[in-house]
T-cell receptor, first 116, second 115 residues
Framework: DADVTQTPRNRITKTGKRIMLECSQTKGHDRMYWYRQDPGLGLRLIYYSFDVKDINKGEISDGYSVSRQAQAKFSLSLESAIPNQTALYFC???????????????FGPGTRLTVL | AQSVTQLGSHVSVSEGALVLLRCNYSSSVPPYLFWYVQYPNQGLQLLLKYTTGATLVKGINGFEAEFKKSETSFHLTKPSAHMSDAAEYFCAVSDSGAGSYQLTFGKGTKLSVIP
């Protein structure tokens, strides 16, 4: 079974709709991240969370919100989706006990979101 | 602030030929450096990483990379390309120490392998 799972894997929605993307992990990691990937732009950080009560904005947080429901679950919401939010979204996790030593992020399979 | 430059958004090599994917970074503190690979319709998988110690790092699937501080580079190589290496490759940098969670990615290099 995959350590980091994302649901749904694909989603098509319309402008103005509210969308939630979910991420779950079984790695026991405390840190979780949301990225978006656009062709030719690489990955950009949207939000990250160091634990359930610690949530931080990333490089491109406008138009997004997140919820850390438990250590293992981190959801990304688009309150009112717009076409330029069409992208591939990735969740990632890391272990803070390795921070400053070997901080590796492990990625989920991604959610392809299309906003019409 | 960190940045990563990957030279060439698309690289083509013949099967059996040398693979060389270039990555240059800028960082105000000693960096941690990563290469990730993304196969079609999949997430990112760690190929290798440099944190401290030996500057030549070996990863999975026969890939390796060398950290050259003087050139601020971390190029990825593989002596002999295989068809299964066709994928997109991302170089990433983070600060060592307390800022190590913050990865900055390059824009990616798509590798094609020609039979």
């Amino acid at each position: 079974d995959a350590d980091v799972t994302q649901t749904p894997r694909n989603r098509i929605t319309k402008t103005g709709k509210r969308i939630m993307l979910e991420c779950s992990q079984t790695k026991g990691h405390d840190r979780m991240y949301w990225y978006r990937q656009d062709p030719g732009l690489g990955l950009r950080l949207i939000y990250y969370s160091f634990d359930v009560k610690d949530i931080n904005k990333g490089e491109i947080s406008d138009g997004y919100s997140v919820s850390r429901q438990a250590q293992a679950k981190f959801s990304l919401s688009l309150e009112s989706a717009i076409p330029n939010q069409t992208a591939l979204y990735f969740c990632a996790t890391s272990d803070s006990s390795l921070a400053g030593v070997s901080d590796t992020q492990y990625f989920g399979p991604g959610t392809r979101l299309t906003v019409l | 602030a960190q940045s990563v430059t990957q030279l060439g958004s698309h690289v083509s090599v013949s099967e059996g030929a040398l693979v060389l994917l270039r990555c240059n970074y800028s960082s105000s503190v000693p960096p941690y450096l990563f290469w990730y690979v993304q196969y079609p319709n999949q997430g990112l998988q760690l190929l290798l990483k440099y944190t401290t110690g030996a500057t030549l790092v070996k990863g999975i699937n026969g890939f390796e990379a060398e950290f050259k501080k003087s050139e601020t580079s971390f190029h990825l190589t593989k002596p002999s390309a295989h068809m299964s290496d066709a994928a997109e490759y991302f170089c990433a940098v983070s600060d060592s120490g307390a800022g190590s969670y913050q990865l900055t990615f390059g824009k990616g290099t798509k590798l094609s392998v020609i039979p």
